[in-house]
T-cell receptor, first 113, second 116 residues
Framework: RKEVEQDPGPFNVPEGATVAFNCTYS??????FFWYRQDCRKEPKLLMS???SGNEDGRFTAQLNRASQYISLLIRDSKLSDSATYLC??????????????FGTGTRLQVTL | DAGVIQSPRHEVTEMGQEVTLRCKPI?????LFWYRQTMMRGLELLIY??????IDDSGMPEDRFSAKMPNASFSTLKIQPSEPRDSAVYFC????WGVGRSTEAFFGQGTRLTVV
């Protein structure tokens, strides 16, 4: 089983729609969670961190479910500019030494007119 | 800050040649990561350094790959000899890690490697 799993998509949605992505992780000791966005032929960039209590940033809402070991990203009122690949990122428990990020393979979103 | 700087941006080389990719992390960051991205396998971690020391190189595909970080502001990833299956986009990323907290990784723009 992969450490981080995502539905590759593509998710094709009309402009203005609401779309949600899920991501599951296998390491129950994971402590840090992020969503990254990657545009075509560009580098990944942090979209938002995911906190235990859930967090919202404008049209974007991220949630964490530790019991089921998944995180989600909800995008409301989709814009054409939201078209990209969304990468789920998980980090293991911090133990005082260096850690690493594990990336999912990404979910591709295509927003259309 | 200029962000993570990688060079070259594009590299085309012949099979069997040595390839060296370079990375300058963000000043003050103490962790550096080398990733490889392909359509088939997505983004894979090859190796990461903390305070210039290699911590985990289990993702390095084989002995043809080597990475160094001689100081806090420079790292190289070398492939010798290169093979067509090494063709991919190679990303360098850096972050700051401290006890009790983790920060996001900032990526360079990547080096697109084509081995013919």
């Amino acid at each position: 089983r992969k450490e981080v799993e995502q539905d590759p998509g593509p998710f094709n949605v009309p402009e203005g729609a609401t779309v949600a992505f899920n991501c599951t992780y296998s390491n129950s000791a994971s402590q840090s969670f992020f969503w990254y966005r990657q545009d075509c032929r560009k580098e990944p960039k942090l979209l938002m961190s995911v906190y235990s209590s859930g967090n919202e940033d404008g049209r974007f809402t991220a949630q964490l479910n530790r019991a089921s070991q998944y995180i989600s990203l909800l995008i409301r009122d989709s814009k054409l500019s939201d078209s990209a690949t969304y990468l789920c990122v998980v980090s293991p428990t911090w133990d005082g030494t260096a850690s690493k990020l594990t990336f999912g393979t990404g979910t591709r979103l295509q927003v259309t007119l | 800050d200029a962000g993570v700087i990688q060079s070259p941006r594009h590299e085309v080389t012949e099979m069997g040649q040595e390839v060296t990719l370079r990375c300058k992390p963000i000043s003050g960051h103490n962790s550096l990561f080398w990733y490889r991205q392909t359509m088939m396998r997505g983004l894979e971690l090859l190796i990461y350094f903390n305070n210039n020391v290699p911590i985990d190189d289990s993702g390095m595909p084989e002995d043809r790959f080597s990475a160094k970080m001689p100081n806090a502001s420079f790292s190289t990833l070398k492939i010798q000899p290169s093979e067509p299956r090494d063709s991919a986009v190679y990303f360098c990323a850096s972050s700051f890690w401290g006890v009790g907290r983790s920060t996001e990784a900032f990526f360079g723009q990547g080096t697109r490697l084509t081995v013919v």
